[in-house]
């Protein structure tokens, strides 16, 4: 598979990702916060759940944009947008671990970290890209 293909693939994977992630948590608020690594054994806030959903929707628009325009300059926007949001996401749960259980934090760490990895391996790829 070629670079391009690679790139559309992984910007394709995270639009989808961020769009159920964003859509699960701004139209059922409830049932998102209530999985232990995201609410954390923390009081729940609907405005924080939908305002982090649609954050998410805002955020897989950027990337979707990005697999049908792919265009150097679109797709590092999208993984810039998308990092932007990942590394700090990381810190701060990294941060909060002491409210979760030793098997909660595996697949939580797991997620958060691929999230963060995907678009850094993603970054390069975006070289081979057309200008524009």
Same mark, same amino acid.
């Given at each position: 598979?070629? !670079?391009?293909?690679?790139?559309?693939?992984?910007?394709?994977?995270?639009?989808?990702?961020? /769009? !159920?992630? $964003? $859509?699960? !948590? *701004?139209?059922?608020?409830?049932? /998102? #916060?209530?999985?232990?690594?995201? $609410?954390?054994?923390?009081?729940?806030?609907?405005h924080l759940m939908m305002d982090y959903g649609a954050m998410s929707?805002?955020?897989?628009?950027?990337? $979707?944009?990005?697999? #049908?325009?792919?265009?150097?300059?679109? !797709?590092?926007?999208? *993984?810039?947008?998308? @990092?932007? #949001?990942?590394v700090p996401h990381l810190g701060i749960h990294v941060q909060l671990? %002491? %409210? @979760?259980?030793?098997?909660?934090?595996?697949?939580?760490?797991?997620?958060?970290?691929?999230?963060?990895?995907?678009?850094?391996? @993603?970054?390069p790829l975006t070289s081979k890209l057309e200008k524009g």
């Amino acid at each position: 598979m070629s !670079a391009r293909n690679w790139l559309r693939a992984g910007l394709g994977f995270l639009a989808v990702a961020q /769009f !159920a992630v $964003g $859509g699960w !948590a *701004l139209l059922s608020p409830r049932s /998102f #916060f209530d999985i232990p690594w995201v $609410g954390m054994r923390m009081p729940y806030n609907a405005h924080l759940m939908m305002d982090y959903g649609a954050m998410s929707l805002a955020t897989s628009v950027v990337l $979707g944009v990005s697999v #049908f325009l792919v265009r150097r300059s679109m !797709a590092r926007t999208a *993984l810039a947008v998308y @990092l932007v #949001f990942a590394v700090p996401h990381l810190g701060i749960h990294v941060q909060l671990l %002491h %409210h @979760l259980t030793p098997g909660e934090r595996v697949p939580l760490l797991a997620a958060l970290t691929a999230a963060v990895v995907i678009p850094l391996v @993603l970054l390069p790829l975006t070289s081979k890209l057309e200008k524009g």
